[in-house]
């Protein structure tokens, strides 16, 4: 298995950037094999799955709502996933978390996640 630890998360003005950094420490299994992943949950609404890599790196997935301004990339050699957030919205506001597991109908289907990191954007 592999258990994300998630940094990077901050309180940040709309039109903003900002990076979160995930460490995955793994057991088991080598964790440039999974699919890594960002999801998110707002106040009051459903976790979401923001972003996904595919254990290659060439492959990726975003949602609608942040494609064009969010970029996933992973560092296999260093264990760490990246989200870099640029033009952020309010409603981007949520706790980010980084999810493990495997690449499915185009996306991640995630099977770990870790305790998250907020991410608050203001107008």
């Known amino acids: 298995q592999v258990q994300p630890v998630e940094s990077g998360g901050g309180l940040v003005q709309a039109g903003g950037s900002l990076r979160l950094s995930c460490a995955a420490s793994e057991s088991g299994r080598t964790f440039s094999r999974y699919t890594m992943g960002w999801l998110r949950q707002a106040p009051g609404k459903e976790r979401e799955i923001v972003a996904a890599i595919y254990y290659s790196g060439g492959t990726t997935y975003y949602a609608d709502s942040v494609k064009g301004r969010f970029t996933i990339s992973r560092d296999n050699a260093k264990n760490m996933v990246y989200l870099e957030m640029n033009s952020l919205k309010p409603e981007d506001t949520a706790v980010y978390y980084c999810?493990?597991?495997?690449?499915?109908?185009?996306?991640?289907?995630?099977?770990?996640w870790g305790q998250g990191t907020q991410v608050t954007v203001s107008s």
């Open positions: 999810a493990a597991g495997e690449w499915e109908y185009g996306s991640i289907h995630p099977r770990w």
